[in-house]
């Protein structure tokens, strides 16, 4: 029952440290490699205790049954220890998985020491100690299994209690009795060495996946930083020629020709007003590199926030119809700056985009989180393009360098601890969401402030 117990509480434990499945960091890994040896060693003290009773009433052989007993305690004690180090927020390495597989080939010594040595049948388990080593464990470890191993192997040799066996097996019922030994030696090395690898399998797979996923997050962010460089410097070659247009506009303005003509004032005005509009864009991305940086950030609240930044993206984009719904409750203070802006203004052009008509923005806070939803009635996302969210360069606008707005979007959301997540309307068009861990958007700011 105790077995039965532990193993349900194990298995209860590997599902909250995320399946079989999902990635897994190494040292999640290694935690759930060592429940799986907690896993087994319940198996082993459940099967030795089964076995010594087959033994010791079925075939009344006389086993030193106090000894074995303290060798069971022990390993129960190691497997409760185990657990809250599992459970625990302690780091498990290599080196603790090895001694693990030693408590366990220690505690099979004994035992086998206690019941005719290299003679028992069972002597073959030392197998699966190897074997789990080989699969769990660095190489230099697993060599150090396989010495530790066959050096009891040899110890047991020299050195055991003999069995008194019953006079009936020595009158040749022996042999017949080491065979059906060996048997279900093999049987049980077997079904748990399978067993064993192939959850082992998994967990390794799962580790394998993470780092997969790990290189792929490096490579966008290496990208991003080729991209912010790219665009740092194509925004100070810009500043030039846009402050010698700004000059020539301003005296466009006092020449009396232009002046006559309201006409021609009235577009020198909107060039003028377009023009500190490109000054206003270049002005962010030199601010978002790390330039001018103090001059982004702004103490606000969540709620004014959002209401600013629809408002001023209305003004500049002037959308055909906007259904803008707030419904953040309660206010929290947060810090902007122009990056924050930019990624929320990414995806209101890109709705803007692919439904000039209709756009619909709502805000919500669920929890400790921003929720923002931006929908329109376009073609909607492809197929290809929802399993590839936030990839650069795919994009279904057809054009060179598309896809970048909705990538940086993405990373940079996961940079803060949020994520976007998208999918076709059923009545047509698409909807982003973009969630915003609220902790990450407050720092040094109380709420409402």
Not at 337 to 347: A, E, G, R, T, W
Request: hydrophobic share 45%.
């Amino acid at each position: 029952m105790a077995g039965e117990t532990g193993a349900t509480n194990i298995w209860q434990e590997l599902r909250r440290l995320g399946g079989w499945s999902h990635a897994a960091s190494p040292d999640v890994t290694n935690k759930r490699n060592l429940l799986l040896l907690v896993q087994l060693r319940w198996l082993a003290v459940g099967g030795q205790i089964l076995t010594i009773v087959v033994v010791s009433l079925g075939m009344d052989v006389d086993l030193p049954l106090t000894p074995m007993a303290l060798v069971l305690a022990g390993l129960i004690a190691v497997n409760g220890m185990s657990v809250v180090r599992a459970r625990g927020g302690h780091t498990v390495t290599d080196t603790e998985l090895l001694l693990q597989l030693l408590v366990d080939v220690a505690a099979l010594t004994a035992q086998l020491y206690l019941s005719g040595g290299a003679t028992n049948p069972f002597i073959s388990l030392y197998l699966l100690q190897v074997t789990l080593g080989a699969v769990l464990l660095r190489p230099w470890s697993s060599w150090v299994l396989v010495g530790v191993t066959s050096a009891c192997f040899i110890g047991l040799i020299f050195s055991f209690l003999p069995l008194d066996l019953p006079t009936h097996h020595l009158n040749g019922g022996l042999f017949s009795l080491h065979v059906q030994g060996m048997f279900i030696c093999f049987v049980l090395t077997a079904g748990l060495v399978v067993l064993f690898l192939i959850r082992a399998n998994s967990n390794l797979r799962a580790r394998d996946a993470h780092l997969a996923d790990m290189r792929q997050q490096s490579a966008e962010e290496n990208h991003i930083v080729r991209m912010g460089l790219l665009a740092s410097g194509a925004a100070h070659e810009l500043g030039t020629p846009m402050a010698t247009m700004s000059v020539i506009l301003n005296d466009w303005k006092r020449m009396p020709l232009f002046r006559s003509n309201p006409e021609v004032a009235e577009e020198i005005d909107d060039m003028q007003n377009q023009l500190n509009r490109c000054k206003a864009i270049v002005s962010g991305i030199l601010m978002s590199s790390g330039e001018a940086r103090g001059e982004g950030l702004m103490r606000t609240t969540a709620t004014r926030f959002l209401d600013d930044l629809v408002a001023e993206w209305r003004q500049s984009r002037s959308p055909q119809r906007l259904i803008y719904e707030n419904d953040f409750s309660p206010d929290a203070g947060i810090v902007s700056d122009i990056s924050l802006k930019q990624v929320i203004f990414n995806i209101f052009d890109n709705a803007l985009e692919a439904s000039p008509g209709w756009v619909r923005v709502a805000a919500a806070r669920e929890g400790d989180s921003l929720r923002l939803v931006v929908e329109d009635r376009g073609q909607g996302f492809a197929q290809d393009m929802l399993h590839e969210l936030g990839r650069p360069y795919r994009s279904s606008k057809g054009r060179p360098g598309g896809g970048l707005g909705l990538f940086l979007v993405v990373n940079v959301a996961r940079k803060l601890g949020g994520t976007v997540s998208a999918y076709n309307r059923p009545d047509g068009g698409a909807s982003v969401t973009l969630s915003l861990p609220l902790p990450s958007l407050s720092i040094g700011v109380g709420d409402g402030g």
